[in-house]
Structure formats: C-alpha cells, structure tokens
C-alpha cells in the first residue's frame, strides 16, 4: 500500500519567515494529494489540495508543489503568524482512503 | 464553516462500557465515511470505511465485532465501540468526502474527533 513519509516532524520558524513541509510517496498510482491543518483538541482542517495534473497550486500565503516524477510533494506557507502554529499532515492516495503523513508540529514564535 | 459534524465531543465511561459515536454530513449526501483513530502526538490511522446500505470494510488488525459501525443513511455514520477498556482510550474522528466533482479524490473533511476516556 501508500505510503508517505513526511519531514521534518518539528519546525520553529519567527513570525514572517516562510514555513516549508515535505512528503514522499511510494505509490505511482497516487493522484491526490490534501494537506490539513489539526489544531490541538480539533480535526484535521483542510487546507490546500492537488490533483497529480498539476505542478503547483497557490491559495493567499499557502502554496503546495507536486514532482510526480521524484515522487514528492511540498507544502509552502509565507509571511508565517502566530496563528498558523498547529500540526500539518500531509495525504496521498489513488482512490479515497487517505494515507497520511506522522505529521509536522510547526510553531509561529512572534 | 464545519461540513461534518461529530458527536459527543468527548466522552469519559467505566471499563466494560459501550460507547456510540455519530458522525454526519452537514448539507450533502456521503455515501462513504471513514473513521481513524488518533494517539497523542500520533498520525491518524484509518480504522474503517463505512459504506451506506451495506458493510463496513476494516482495515487489518481492526476488530470488526469491538467497533461496530452502521451507516443507515446518507448523512450518518455510528461508530460504538463495544466493552471498551482503558487500552480503548483516544481520539476518534470520522471524515465524509464532500461532493465537489464527479471524481474519487473529491476533498475529504473531517468532523472534530471525540475523545474518549475509559477508567
């Protein structure tokens, strides 16, 4: 099956800098990739999603590129603030079970 | 706002206690709903995939007879975990994928989890 390798696992960044996270995947046949936002206590929010026929996708300060061909994908997120601290996980998949990353704890420190 | 929505937020029982958790689309028909199962500071590992009007698929080394999942209609799922015991404790949260176009990789969105305690 998938699976997806996610680094790094703790990232400190001060406020304004840009923030980036990395997944691997092993299955060729994954066509979509979500990222989401897990706040402590919440669910998985959402964030930004690509689809395997795109390279690059931008929403406001996030930003997520896709290599299929190194078979990595890529989360961006500029002028980073206080409020973006929170766990990001990244997913893949071919169909519709989601395989996720261990996840990324980003702190925002002002 | 939220298009899944789960409930109770948490729960705190007694060993031997079974404990039924609702998962439900908000506005839109899921015909599938998934459930993962969360340890702190863990990734999300999918538990099941609850499939409308017919069985659940669990995936390996998910005890189908502990945690029962019926999805009776379009906008809802139960998960109840049947004589749960402290080993049972963690975050359980359920996701529906939101018809945005006819595609299998349509956004998958998640309800906000249920905690559950066993003493």
């Known amino acids: 099956g998938e699976n997806v390798e996610q680094h790094p696992s703790t990232l400190s960044v001060q406020e304004g800098d840009s923030a980036v996270i990395k997944c691997t995947y092993s299955?060729?046949?994954?066509?979509?990739f979500p990222w989401y936002k897990q706040e402590l206590g919440k669910g998985p929010q959402l964030i930004i999603d690509i689809r395997s026929n795109v390279g690059e996708k931008k929403d406001q300060r996030i930003a997520v590129t896709l290599n299929k061909t190194a078979k990595h994908f890529s989360l961006h997120i500029t002028e980073t603030q206080p409020e973006d601290s929170a766990v990001y996980f990244c997913a893949g998949t071919s169909g519709y079970a989601l395989n996720f990353g261990k996840g990324t704890s980003l702190l925002v420190t002002p | 706002g939220a298009v899944v929505s789960q409930h109770p937020s948490r729960v705190i029982c007694k060993s031997g206690t079974s404990v039924k958790i609702e998962c439900r689309s908000l506005?839109?028909?899921?015909?599938?709903m998934f459930w993962y199962r969360q340890f702190p500071k863990q990734s999300l590992m999918l538990m099941a995939t609850?499939?409308?009007?017919?069985?659940?698929?669990?995936e390996q080394g998910v005890e189908k007879d502990k945690f029962l999942i019926n999805h009776a209609s379009l906008t809802l799922s139960t998960l109840t975990v049947t004589s749960a015991h402290p080993e049972d404790s963690s975050f359980y949260i359920c996701?529906?994928?939101?018809?945005?176009?006819?595609?299998?990789?349509?956004?998958?969105?998640f309800g906000d989890g249920t905690r559950l305690s066993i003493l």
């Open positions: 996701s529906a994928n939101h018809p945005r176009q006819s595609s299998s990789n349509q956004p998958q969105h």
């Open positions: 299955d060729s046949a994954s066509n979509y």
């Open positions: 609850s499939n409308e009007g017919s069985k659940a698929t669990y």
């Open positions: 506005d839109f028909q899921a015909t599938t």
